[in-house]
């Protein structure tokens, strides 16, 4: 059974930067694509950046130019800059495109806040 644990979140003010961390339980990421996720209150789960196993990004048109996926063989980032604050969120790490039900992790929330 996978486990991914995110971590790295916090209160960060708008125009700030903050490196959020999955960690997984196997190395799942040669073999997977992976992506960083978001929820933000009374909105769906989105996909926000994904990786290949070729280590090929894709990353959705609200957070290009700001955020960065990258991994190593355990450990999967997201690096976000020029935070603004419609990115406030949980941020989950999971398969992409298609998620698996039984990797998700508690998530780690950011909060962008003057």
């Known amino acids: 059974q996978v486990t991914l644990v995110e971590s790295g979140g916090g209160l960060v003010q708008p125009g700030g930067s903050l490196r959020l961390s999955c960690l997984a339980s196997?190395?799942?990421?040669?073999?997977?694509?992976m992506g960083w996720y978001r929820q933000a209150p009374g909105l769906q789960r989105e996909l926000v950046a994904r990786i290949t196993t070729s280590r090929l990004t894709t990353y959705a048109d609200s957070v290009k130019g700001r955020f960065s996926i990258s991994r190593d063989k355990d450990t999967m980032y997201l690096q976000m800059s020029s935070l603004k604050l419609e990115d406030a969120a949980v941020y989950y790490c999971n398969r992409a495109p298609l998620p698996s039900d039984r990797w998700w992790g508690q998530g780690t929330p950011v909060t962008v806040s003057p």
């Open positions: 196997e190395s799942i990421f040669a073999d997977y694509t």
